[in-house]
T-cell receptor, first 114, second 117 residues
């Protein structure tokens, strides 16, 4: 089975500051990795995903994440955040082979302060 | 791009009544749809996998008789919460897989906030 741990439940950051949201996963098989963003009372939007190839993945809205297999991590970063980035962020994994259903982390609430 | 429509976005019902939530894939055929449940300040938990033309596969601990799933067509899956109780109050989100996109990209609906009085 797969599991995902997001180490920070809340991250407050000032506008234009950099941010890193941490994600670690556990799996005995190869996985795909995802970051989703959820705005209030909305569904999830895919920010980025790692399937294969380069370990540095760039997504929408200026976000990027780096897959580190040895540390089983997939941390999300943005060099300069905006007020509009305030949202809940979820890290997720799915098996490469098989059902491909997503297993989500607990979420990180990112709050951008002016 | 592909869109998944979920309806209603918000529903309030009395305890003991049933509520149906619809999930539609608007511009692709989804052979597989997923239903998630999210409690306040918690992550999404997969409830069941809905397969067109066959019975849904429920996750451990999810009551199949309480959460009825019907995937009668390639563009529509419904989740019916039967005899709803206040503890069923939650945010329900569906997702659908577009098989025409490499690695079958997953799209999410906007969610349904269910409040049972």
């Amino acid at each position: 089975a797969q599991s995902v741990t997001q180490l920070d439940s809340q991250v407050p950051v000032f506008e234009e500051a950099p941010v890193e949201l941490r994600c670690n996963y556990s799996s005995s098989v190869s996985v795909y990795l995802f970051w989703y963003v959820q705005y209030p009372n909305q569904g999830l939007q895919l920010l980025l995903k790692y399937l294969s190839g380069s370990t540095l993945v760039k997504g929408i809205n200026g976000f990027e994440a780096e897959f580190n297999k040895s540390q089983t991590s997939f941390h999300l970063r943005k060099p300069s955040v905006h007020i509009s980035d305030t949202a809940e962020y979820f890290c997720a994994v799915s098996r490469v082979q098989g059902a491909q259903k997503l297993v989500f982390g607990q979420g990180t609430r990112l709050t951008i302060n002016p | 791009g592909a869109v998944v429509s979920q309806h209603p976005s918000r529903v309030i019902c009395k305890s003991g009544t049933s509520v149906k939530i619809e999930c539609r894939s608007l511009d692709f055929q989804a052979t597989t749809m997923f239903w998630y449940r999210q409690f306040p300040k918690q992550s999404l938990m997969l409830m069941a996998t809905s397969n067109e033309g066959s019975k849904a596969t429920y996750e451990q601990g999810v009551e199949k008789d309480k959460f009825l799933i019907n995937h009668a067509s390639l563009t529509l899956s419904t989740l019916t919460v039967t005899s709803a109780h206040p503890e069923d109050s939650s945010f329900y989100i569906c997702s659908a897989r577009d098989p025409s996109i490499w690695n079958e990209k997953l799209f999410f609906g906007s969610g349904t906030q269910l409040s049972v009085l």
